[in-house]
């Protein structure tokens, strides 16, 4: 069965520092798209950034990137020179394509990230 | 401003008392979709629309329904809450369903179902 799963519950960082968040994934289908939000205190989510099944580099996105190893089914999330703001919950998210039936969208439990000063 | 609405944002309710959360998003998206999301187990679907008419069984529809009767709107409906379903709602929507579309998030509804 398809899942995502994110094996840190929490973690901490020391500010300035990078952090990797982790994410493995399990799906039958050869076409899907990754992606990583962001929950803050305040609830809404914010969308990080996507990777999908056929790209050949890792994606970018400002401070973060993703490290995208497909072999191994992972797509781990790398935050450069943290800040204070980035004390959220994060989670790993992971929408399959055609072949499955349908387009359903599936996410990780999540990974509280807490950063110090 | 691009965004995803529900209403309401809070609701308080009984068992069995039928209940609606509406949705609407002003993107023009085609793919919207419902998920509840509870402590320690992240956010679950509920429903997906790839357009509209189009409806698909996400991996908890027990005890939900939806319409996508127009491409604006997906509202979630509970016909007979039961307290296992008190939790926090959100419904989104993406351009489309597959490519990098990544998906929009309304601000989220509080239910409890007492």
């Known amino acids: 069965a398809q899942k995502i799963t994110q094996t840190q519950p929490g973690m901490f960082v020391q500010e300035k520092e990078a952090v990797t968040l982790d994410c493995t994934y399990d799906?039958?289908?050869?076409?899907?798209?990754l992606f990583w939000y962001k929950q803050p205190s305040s609830g809404e989510m914010i969308f990080l950034i996507y990777?999908?099944?056929?790209?050949?580099q890792n994606a970018t996105e400002g401070r973060y990137s993703l490290n995208f190893q497909k072999a191994r089914k992972s797509a781990n999330l790398v935050i450069s020179a943290s800040q204070l703001g980035d004390s959220a919950m994060y989670f790993c998210?992971?929408?399959?394509?055609?072949?499955?039936?349908?387009?359903?969208?599936?996410f990780g439990a999540g990974t509280r990230l807490f950063v110090k000063a | 401003e691009a965004q995803v609405t529900q209403n309401p944002r809070y609701l308080i309710t009984v068992t069995g008392k039928k209940l609606t959360v509406t949705c609407s998003q002003n993107?023009?998206?085609?793919?919207m979709s419902w998920y509840r999301q509870d402590p320690g187990l992240g956010l679950r679907q509920i429903y997906y629309s790839m357009n509209v008419e189009v409806t698909d069984k996400g991996d908890v529809p027990e005890g939900y329904k939806v319409s996508r009767k127009e491409k604006r709107n997906f509202p979630l409906i509970l016909e007979s809450p039961s307290p296992n379903q008190t939790s926090l709602y959100f419904c989104?929507?993406?351009?489309?369903?597959?490519?990098?579309?990544?998906?929009?998030f309304g601000p989220g509804t509080r239910l409890t179902v007492l």
């Open positions: 799906t039958s289908d050869p076409s899907y798209g």
């Open positions: 989104a929507s993406s351009l489309s369903a597959g490519g990098p579309n990544e998906q929009f």
């Open positions: 990777q999908g099944s056929y790209d050949q």
């Open positions: 993107m023009n998206h085609e793919y």
């Open positions: 998210a992971m929408r399959e394509g055609r072949e499955t039936g349908g387009f359903k969208t599936i």
